[in-house]
């Protein structure tokens, strides 16, 4: 059996968006599923849309995702180079190979010209194909010169792995540039000799390419070479499924998500799910589930759509998962960036307590700077939040701070050494038997009094992390602000 190799062959032109995500993906896992290799191509050959460091963060990308390349950028290989600008005579030695046999051709043509040439067709409304005026007689190819592919348009058949049994007729076919003038290639040329030379079994692209494979079948034949299995991805819509997601359409780059707090598992897993499905209701796969449930044959035809929130949801799923399955250290080394910075003043056991207690309200790593702030300064307070709550409004303040006395009294009584969540969960339990006050109203005006946040978690474990000293300060605080708002 031939060695099953993929490749993802990105441009260095600017941030690396999900879609290019998601073109890395499925190659990968269909190269490791078969032990196979899975190259890293840099096509860099449009040197006027070339962003510096554009290279370096698609390798960051991609090594965050867990894709690690076998062969390519900056690890080498016994098929390089792997950055098409490295790669320009081989693209010349190839292309002079058509022009010997008659299949290629040097086109001085200037690009006025080639413009009348449109503009004729257009008025006699007939489509604009290049090769109803091709030059007559040829010229000797010197550098500078673009090099053409003559077409020979016939119709063509060919089998995409997701879209199936194709065809084309010879009105989509033309004399495609293969030598620009400054030496490189395009990439209608290149992909299909750095396909062949590295030995690429399978090439993974966007739907957006299918009208180019019938020139693309021309060239195959015109070399006599064998073509790679085709597998065109259907787009990834924006929300409502009218068009393909572009940046308009709030599309961030993989780098922002990130910087959000979207976890690589979660990021992984989405795009991997976002246009295939094994069958199953299962939503949450690692990597070593994809690589043993990915197969091609599932990978619909219709585009699919973007869904952030499924996104946050499925991040704070795996947020939960790391917890659950590798414990507090492992998802706190996860948090190094995310903090509020009061947070640096703590010691990392008292942060770890804090994640320990927050970790399952968190959709993005990023909100623990809003979720946690009260844990590491007072809060301000602000009595409006007293007054608007709907448990709490029809208090007097007489009521409130009688309330807030009777807590402190009770939560007084218990012992530093005992200050746990369980005795804080039995003290709170009597309470309520106590006041005779209902959960939502005397948790939710000492909940108010500890963060002043729209959310904490369970009222006893705050308590035990805020630790005894901290909670009755700022019960007293919230006491004295009400007497004295009173006043």
């Given amino acids: 059996?031939?060695?099953?190799?993929?490749?993802?062959?990105?441009?260095?032109?600017?941030?690396?968006?999900?879609?290019?995500?998601?073109?890395a993906i499925y190659p990968y896992l269909v190269a490791k599923q078969?032990?196979?290799?899975?190259?890293?191509?840099?096509e860099d050959t449009d040197q006027a849309r070339y962003v510096d460091g554009a290279t370096t963060l698609i390798e960051d990308t991609l090594t965050w995702l867990g894709l690690d390349w076998d062969e390519g950028?900056?690890?080498?290989?016994?098929?390089?180079?792997?950055?098409?600008?490295?790669?320009?005579?081989?693209?010349?030695?190839?292309a002079k190979k058509l022009m010997a046999i008659g299949r290629a051709y040097a086109d001085p043509t200037d690009s006025e010209t080639i413009e009348k040439y449109r503009n004729e067709d257009n008025l006699k409304k007939v489509p604009y194909l290049y090769r109803n005026h091709r030059p007559v007689t040829t010229t000797e190819w010197q550098p500078g010169i673009p090099i053409r592919f003559k077409s020979d348009p016939k119709p063509r058949d060919w089998h995409d792995e997701v879209m199936g049994?194709?065809?084309?007729?010879?009105?989509?076919?033309?004399?495609?540039?293969?030598?620009k003038k400054d030496g490189l290639p395009t990439y209608n040329f290149a992909h299909i000799i750095d396909d062949y030379l590295m030995k690429c079994t399978y090439i993974m692209r966007g739907v957006e390419y299918l009208p180019s494979t019938?020139?693309?079948?021309?060239?195959y034949e015109a070399l006599g070479i064998e073509m790679p299995k085709i597998v065109s991805l259907p787009h990834i819509l924006r929300p409502d499924g009218r068009k393909k997601l572009g940046k308009r359409d709030g599309a961030k780059s993989v780098t922002e998500y990130r910087e959000d707090g979207i976890l690589p598992e979660a990021m992984l897993n989405y795009l991997a799910c976002l246009g295939w499905n094994d069958g199953t209701e299962q939503e949450i796969y690692t990597m070593a589930e994809l690589i043993e449930k990915f197969d091609i044959s599932?990978?619909?035809?219709?585009?699919?759509?973007?869904?952030?929130?499924?996104?946050l949801w499925m991040n704070g799923q795996w947020i939960r998962k790391i917890f659950a399955e590798q414990g507090i250290d492992e998802l706190y080394s996860r948090t190094k960036n995310f903090w509020p910075e009061s947070a640096a003043n703590y010691p990392i056991e008292y942060r770890k307590q804090v994640l320990s207690?927050?970790?399952?309200?968190?959709?993005?790593?990023?909100?623990?700077k809003s979720m946690t702030d009260y844990f590491f300064v007072d809060p301000k307070i602000n009595l409006d939040l007293i007054i608007n709550n709907k448990f709490l409004k029809n208090f007097s303040e007489s009521e409130l701070a009688s309330l807030l006395s009777t807590s402190i009294q009770a939560l007084s009584s218990i012992e530093s050494s005992d200050w746990d969540a369980n005795h804080l969960q039995e003290t709170l339990n009597q309470l309520l038997a106590d006041t005779d006050k209902k959960p939502a109203e005397l948790f939710s005006l000492i909940r108010l009094a500890l963060s002043f946040?729209?959310?904490?978690?369970?009222?006893?474990?705050?308590?035990?992390?805020?630790?005894?000293?901290?909670?009755?300060?700022?019960?007293?605080a919230l006491r004295a602000a009400i007497l004295n708002d009173g006043e």
């Fill in 34 to 42: 078969a032990n196979g290799t899975f190259i890293l191509r840099i």
């Fill in 453 to 476: 946040a729209p959310f904490s978690p369970a009222l006893n474990l705050t308590l035990n992390v805020l630790g005894r000293d901290t909670s009755l300060s700022r019960l007293n």
């Fill in 214 to 219: 019938p020139n693309y079948l021309a060239i």
């Fill in 165 to 179: 049994d194709l065809h084309a007729g010879p009105e989509v076919q033309d004399d495609i540039i293969l030598i």
């Fill in 357 to 368: 207690i927050i970790y399952d309200r968190l959709k993005v790593l990023s909100d623990l």
């Fill in 1 to 23: 059996m031939k060695k099953i190799i993929t490749r993802f062959a990105p441009s260095p032109t600017g941030y690396i968006h999900i879609g290019n995500v998601r073109s």
């Fill in 73 to 94: 950028a900056d690890k080498g290989g016994s098929d390089g180079p792997y950055y098409q600008t490295e790669r320009k005579a081989i693209y010349l030695e190839w």
């Fill in 298 to 311: 599932k990978i619909q035809t219709s585009g699919a759509r973007y869904d952030e929130t499924k996104l």
